[in-house]
């Protein structure tokens, strides 16, 4: 193939992919709700917006940077769902071009780096279709493993540069898998530099992070938010939360540790065996690609210990098509059975990406969906007139979602009659946006123990302080309550210690009127 024509395959092979990634993904965002988590960064990010900021008007554990790149989308878009859809579309449409052109730059051919990139589109965020903190940080977390890959095979200094950038944006969207992924890529760049003498290197990779913490005091400078809050909310607080879920890693059983994730070892088999064939070699020049490969391999157990660490259903499958096209590259490049081992690994991707897609995509399995009717779904319009054209069906009401809709219709009109400084802690989070009025809720979002303290943790009394200054700052005279809510029974009252007058509306809806607080 010339030049010409390759070029030309290349930009087909582009626009396809920006074309179907964001496609697929807008089509999907459109499909069923998890309350909890389908609204959460379209709440936050108008609040960030309107000049209400994280850590400082609201106790939040993860995501202020998708919170930021929310409110970025909402100005340049419009508060639409399109424009919180298309969001997520765009980030998966990142993660395949940047899966593309980094098989490319490994000299996989258009066709087959086509394929594992199509793949990544189908899988990664089809699945929930909504902007969401593990899909955002682990699609960062890529960017920065891809960069650190391209700085160890190129050496050139603008992708060590970055490579500590992207690690802190992964980081201000999630705090895990990001802070294992800064630990591996930290020691093997320390091996490199020392190795190979690579002092522009490490130069470059010092200036990139001292770049991103300079942005970093700058944008917290200009936000008035205090340090302190920060430290504890986002380091502190989720340290605690992290020592409780080291438990959910044991005991080691077989099917859950090793023959659910089966796929996954599968799609590093080959590498795992290069990596000891390198251990066992003294050629200084394998030494990059021996580094890149055990940098792939931890990575993708690192994932699935993150995986078994986290309440959320399983969507590290996605994963599978980067490292098997990662795979592909290195039998290409080291064994003689190349071609049989190709066929294996875009076997191995078809396979799990087919089975993948019916089980968790189509099935809407992350949004807690799956085994419900899709069919009962009814037109989001019905809820709000903003919603117009999402399927509208959640776990709460799978068989009579217009009963939901009556419960978040009566919100609405007793919310905009209250003229009152008013608190909303609900799921369904909105309502406020398209009330256009702040909610002054002191929580991104309302899950006891895994969104803020219980009364068993060390930082309740900072978390009860942090809600009545909330409350009494703001001159709040009524707090309501919208039920379902996924991961809180009473919220608050563990708190307001009984200084409240409880008006009930409905079985789903109630106010509590504040006294003598």
């Not at 490969?293 to 959320?312: A, G, K, Y």
């Not at 009717?373 to 509208?392: A, F, Q």
């Amino acid at each position: 193939m010339t030049i010409k024509n390759k070029n030309l395959s290349t930009t087909i092979s582009i626009i396809f992919l920006v074309f179907f990634s964001i496609t697929i993904n807008q089509y999907y965002g459109y499909i069923g709700i998890l309350p909890i988590d389908s609204f959460l960064i379209f709440n936050s990010g108008y609040d960030l917006m309107n000049g209400y900021y994280p850590f400082k008007d609201y106790w939040t554990i993860k995501e202020p940077f998708i919170d930021l790149l929310q409110a970025i989308f909402f100005k340049l878009f419009g508060v639409s769902w399109f424009s919180y859809v298309l969001h997520a579309s765009i980030f998966n449409c990142l993660i395949a071009i940047s899966t593309f052109f980094l098989l490319k730059k490994f000299k996989l051919s258009n066709y087959i780096c086509l394929f594992y990139s199509f793949c990544v589109a189908v899988l990664f965020y089809p699945t929930v279709g909504t902007p969401f903190s593990d899909h955002h940080t682990l699609i960062i977390c890529l960017f920065s493993l891809y960069s650190f890959i391209l700085g160890i095979d190129t050496k050139k200094s603008i992708y060590w540069f970055l490579t500590p950038i992207l690690l802190g944006f992964a980081f201000m969207s999630k705090q895990a898998p990001t802070v294992y992924l800064i630990f591996l890529i930290t020691i093997i760049s320390i091996i490199f530099f020392i190795k190979l003498k690579s002092i522009s290197s490490f130069i470059s990779a010092l200036l990139g992070g001292l770049t991103f913490l300079v942005l970093f005091f700058v944008l917290f400078f200009l936000a008035e938010i205090n340090i302190n809050d920060f430290f504890v909310q986002y380091f502190l607080y989720p340290q605690s939360l992290g020592e409780s879920r080291l438990e959910w890693l044991f005991p080691f059983e077989f099917k859950r540790i090793i023959w659910r994730y089966k796929l996954q070892y599968l799609s590093i088999s080959i590498l795992f065996y290069l990596l000891i064939k390198f251990s066992l070699s003294k050629k200084t020049k394998v030494l990059p690609d021996y580094l890149i490969i055990f940098s792939v391999i931890f990575f993708c157990f690192l994932t699935i210990v993150h995986q078994l660490m986290t309440i959320n259903a399983i969507f590290i499958y996605c994963l599978i098509p980067i490292f098997c096209g990662i795979s592909h590259i290195y039998s290409k490049k080291f064994l003689t059975q190349e071609k049989i081992i190709g066929k294996f690994l875009i076997t191995l991707t078809l396979c799990s990406t087919v089975y993948y897609y019916f089980s968790y995509v189509k099935n809407r399995t992350f949004m807690d969906l799956r085994g419900i009717n899709l069919e009962n779904s009814i037109d989001g319009e019905v809820v709000h007139s903003e919603l117009s054209k999402i399927k509208w069906i959640t776990m709460f009401f799978p068989n009579n979602p217009t009963q939901e809709a009556a419960n978040i219709k009566l919100a609405f009109k007793i919310l905009k009659e209250d003229n009152n400084k008013k608190m909303l802690i609900t799921d369904y989070q909105f309502i406020s946006v398209f009330l256009n009025q702040y909610d002054f809720s002191p929580t991104r979002f309302w899950y006891d123990f895994h969104g803020y303290p219980t009364e068993k943790n060390m930082h309740f009394d900072y978390w009860k302080k942090f809600v009545l200054k909330k409350i009494r700052k703001n001159n709040i005279k009524n707090i309501y309550v919208l039920k379902p809510l996924h991961g809180e029974s009473k919220p608050l009252e563990n708190i307001l210690n009984n200084c409240y007058q409880k008006q009930k509306f409905s079985d789903n809806f109630y106010k509590l009127a504040l006294t003598n607080c």
